[in-house]
């Protein structure tokens, strides 16, 4: 008699045991592998990856669902939607207009002069005001950069004056600023060649 071969109740019980925890020690290792990194990166990378396939296919399905009825002929609704049609089409329209007056007169001129006369303010040593305004003139007055620049060479050279220093500093300091900071705010100023006038009143203040 074979012994090895021989299987007691002991041994069936033990396996019948042993099968039936098998899926209480997947359900412990699937749960301990969520518990790690690992896992918890693949589930949101799951529930991304689903997110992401929900939202392109949204779109679509949406379209698909949607449906529309045209307007009776003859109702309320039907000429509202005719008329947003005629003044609100469904393309852009790119066109371009040429306005002309009836006498043939341009609407404005230009000049290569300022409208306004500039007006100078000092708050303490190194901040100061520049302003120019004309309230009878085309757009409150204009100023051109030509006539801006030189003004401000002025009014920096008068206040070095007033400070009593010697013609010799004074030149220095004209100097540097010449060179260093005046092209600095030649560079952010906006380049104004001619400032706009009025050609006749009625035609400018009209249109």
């Not at 040593?125 to 302003?131: A, I, L």
């Amino acid at each position: 008699v074979d012994l090895k071969k021989m299987r007691s109740p002991m041994d069936t019980n033990l396996v019948s045991v042993t099968s039936g925890r098998a899926p209480g020690r997947i359900f412990t290792a699937f749960t301990s592998f969520l518990s790690q990194r690992c896992g918890k990166v693949l589930v949101v990378s799951v529930w991304l990856l689903l997110v992401s396939l929900g939202l392109l296919v949204f779109r679509r399905f949406v379209d698909a669902l949607l449906t529309t009825v045209p307007p009776v002929k003859g109702s309320a609704s039907y000429e509202a939607d005719e008329v947003h049609s005629r003044f609100f089409a469904k393309s852009a329209i790119n066109s371009a207009f040429l306005c002309e007056s009836a006498s043939g007169e341009p609407f404005v001129s230009f000049v290569k002069d300022s409208t306004c006369q500039p007006q100078f303010s000092q708050q303490g040593f190194t901040t100061f005001t520049v302003n120019c305004s004309n309230s009878s003139a085309l757009g409150g007055g204009c100023l051109t950069t030509a006539q801006l620049v030189s003004f401000l060479e002025q009014s920096v050279e008068k206040t070095l004056r007033q400070l009593h220093l010697n013609a010799s500093q004074v030149e220095h300091i004209m100097k540097e600023f010449k060179e260093k900071a005046l092209p600095k705010l030649s560079q952010a100023m906006p380049t104004i060649t001619q400032c706009p006038t009025a050609v006749n009143d009625q035609v400018t203040e009209g249109w």
